[in-house]
């Protein structure tokens, strides 16, 4: 019997073991090589905006000074901003409150008491800066 027609039985099972641990390999490599591939999107960057009450306070002070009151004091632990024209005195609370809201009181009092006027046109001026 010639030595070729022996041999032809070993040379397909080497064959058949090299596919074998070909088909392992790619199998084995398949999930590396997909993930590999990923591609991530952006985060967008958180950008912090002003609190509400910083917002609130902001509009507050400029409120008060677009009717011509001057800022005599501002005491942002307690929330009370001061201030005065010739002959009235303004008296701004900013209060951030449970909820989470921020709650804005404007009073102005003149050498007769109240004026109503002086508060609603804070009022006014106040929602302007504030976008309503």
Do not use: H
């Not at 392992?24 to 591939?37: D, K, N, R, Y």
């Not at 011509?68 to 929330?79: K, Q, Y």
């Not at 006027?117 to 006014?124: G, K, M």
């Amino acid at each position: 019997m010639p030595i070729a027609s022996r041999m032809t039985p070993v040379k397909g099972k080497v064959f058949v073991v090299i596919m074998m641990t070909l088909l392992a390999l790619v199998v084995a490599a398949a999930p590396i090589i997909v993930t590999g591939c990923a591609v991530y999107q952006p985060i967008p960057a958180y950008a912090p905006t002003a609190s509400s009450f910083d917002r609130s306070w902001n509009a507050a002070v400029g409120a008060a000074q677009d009717v011509g009151a001057r800022i005599v004091s501002e005491d942002r632990a307690r929330g009370i901003i001061s201030g005065a024209t010739d002959t009235r005195d303004v008296t701004i609370t900013v209060a951030t409150q449970p909820d989470g809201k921020v709650r804005v009181e404007i009073s102005a009092r003149g050498p007769q008491g109240g004026d109503a006027n002086l508060a609603n046109d804070i009022s006014r001026a106040y929602d302007r800066r504030m976008g309503r």
